[in-house]
């Protein structure tokens, strides 16, 4: 039987990745309570224009697609502004009490990438607490002109309840501008938007689909868990929405009343900008020396070619991609989509297709680590009987991606440009599933034998000379070739701000808002 869903209770950008949807532009604006009583009528007056999971179209069910969207977030301190009971408010997680900041030397983020380099507006106030983030809220639209005119929309709300919820400045712009809101948008070549983040690669591939999605986006080769017979099946909705049994057959840690928390998840915000100028100037370095060129690199870095984003395991050196482009281009959506999921590693376990730092098998290592070495040299040999399913262990690490690209490289031999990506990840449990994956996965490579080596681009690589990161791109042991080793990795991507934050279903806004939250 096929799960369904209540989509009317679950916010929109939960189930839809807006900007694959006709949303190419976005602002997220912060918002700080000063007056409990007038903070829940705001989220009350927001409520009604907070967009659901609801599909659009003219079928029965169907809802006309909107010009803008609107989503609301909380911090944890932002729910205690608003009253929620203590008995509620101790049932969520010790990672999102505590809050990014707090979080930083599980994160990584250290060097230019502490919390003391990050945009003004996660300062905060220790005394008075009238700097704090407590809300988010992202619109999201189709032109330019709309999303001025939901940013028109939310300063006439926050004005009706004046001095009770403050609009927070601090989001650094170019030339240290500074603003009440952090603009995105997709990134265009040749006046045309497009899938690309600012390093040049094809961004958005192989979001989860779990049980419940709508059938518009249930394609599930490579999306969702690999099974024993070698099909795929959706992700159990537990590891994405709270109140929902997860992959290890329980529901996910959550506070009381169940209300508040079915059909609400966490979200990670952060802000990431890239240094491409950095970027550039060691792709051109290495890609000089490296026997494939600098593509081929590039698509070692993070798994995918650029162009395109086929996948390594498919397309491992120019004669394949070749072959793959042309299937490509004949393919149509939904068969372009399985060309660039559909795949595992088990014809790759030696890492000599996508080495083991590359960024995507970092992020998604499927079944591969669930294999274990064999006796010949560089082989892997499954280990038969140990899981439910082939990828047990990363069925429990996935993210649901959100966001879009910020800013507009205007010279890339400079890295001291406002460009970069705006990241919002789902799950359940942050611990289990974002921090688990940032300390483990991207900033140490044990997991995959690559003892500290972290994660090529997003890895906190070391600042200081005396200890450089590197990484080994990998061959195949029986060929003749010598692995490839990149010395002194920089610093390729910082973290400037970010936050843990609540995305409750609609029915726990309306509790919160008429401040009947009653965990008894």
């Not at 948008?185 to 983040?197: A, D, F, I, L, Q």
């Not at 590693?345 to 591969?368: L, Q, T, V």
């Not at 439910?388 to 996935?398: F, H």
């Not at 966001?403 to 890339?412: A, E």
Request: glycine residues 10%.
């Amino acid at each position: 039987m096929t799960k369904q869903l209540d989509l009317t209770d679950i916010q929109g950008n939960v189930i839809r990745a807006y900007g694959r949807f006709g949303y190419p532009v976005a602002r997220y604006v912060f918002l700080n309570i000063r007056d409990s009583a007038k903070g829940r009528a705001f989220v009350g007056a927001v409520t009604k224009r907070v967009t659901s999971s609801v599909e659009w179209g003219d079928g029965p069910g169907q809802i006309k697609q909107p010009n803008w969207t609107v989503n609301i977030a909380f911090a944890y301190q932002g729910l205690k502004e608003l009253d929620l009971p203590r008995s509620s408010l101790i049932g969520f997680s010790h990672e999102f009490v505590a809050g990014m900041k707090d979080r930083r030397d599980i994160l990584g983020d250290d060097g230019p990438s502490a919390p003391d380099n990050w945009d003004p507006i996660w300062a905060g106030n220790r005394e008075t607490r009238e700097q704090d983030v407590h809300i988010f809220i992202s619109l999201n639209a189709r032109l330019p002109a709309l999303l001025e005119e939901s940013y028109a929309w939310l300063k006439a709300v926050v004005a009706d309840y004046q001095d009770g919820v403050v609009i927070l400045g601090g989001h650094l712009g170019e030339d240290g501008e500074l603003f009440d809101y952090q603009d995105v948008n997709v990134v265009m070549e040749n006046g045309r938007p497009t899938s690309k983040e600012h390093f040049g690669y094809t961004d958005g591939i192989g979001d989860p689909v779990f049980e419940g999605t709508p059938n518009y986006d249930l394609n599930v080769h490579g999306r969702g868990k690999q099974m024993e017979d070698g099909s795929w099946a959706p992700l159990a909705t537990g590891e994405f929405l709270l109140g929902h049994i997860d992959e290890a057959h329980e529901y996910p840690p959550a506070p009381q009343p169940v209300l508040l928390s079915r059909n609400g998840t966490y979200m990670v915000y952060r802000k990431l900008h890239e240094n491409v100028a950095t970027f550039d100037a060691y792709l051109e370095e290495h890609g000089k020396k490296y026997p494939g060129g600098k593509e081929l690199l590039a698509a070692k870095f993070v798994g995918r070619w650029r162009d395109n984003g086929a996948p390594l395991v498919k397309a491992p050196d120019t004669e394949s991609k070749a072959k793959f482009d042309m299937a490509f281009m004949g393919a149509d959506d939904k068969g372009k989509d399985k060309m660039l999921s559909d795949f595992t590693y088990d014809e790759d376990m030696s890492g000599a297709k996508c080495p083991f730092s590359s960024h995507i098998r970092r992020i998604n290592p499927r079944a591969s680590l669930e294999m274990v070495k064999g006796t010949k040299p560089g082989s892997m040999i499954f280990n038969e009987g140990a899981f439910d399913t082939p990828g047990a262990l990363t069925n429990r690490r996935r993210l649901l991606r959100r966001g879009l690209p910020y800013g507009q490289v205007k010279d890339r031999t400079r890295d001291d440009g406002n460009h970069g990506i705006v990241i919002m990840m789902l799950n359940a449990d942050i611990n289990r599933q974002f921090e688990f994956v940032q300390q483990q996965w991207i900033n140490y490579g044990n997991d995959f034998q690559a003892g500290s080596d972290k994660e090529i681009l997003l890895g906190n690589h070391s600042t200081d000379e005396q200890f450089p990161s590197k990484a080994v791109l990998q061959v195949d042991p029986d060929s003749d070739q010598a692995p490839y080793f990149l010395s002194k990795i920089p610093r390729l991507v910082e973290t400037r701000g970010g936050e843990y934050f609540f995305i409750p279903s609609l029915t726990a806004l309306r509790m919160i808002a008429m401040g009947v939250v009653d965990p008894t």
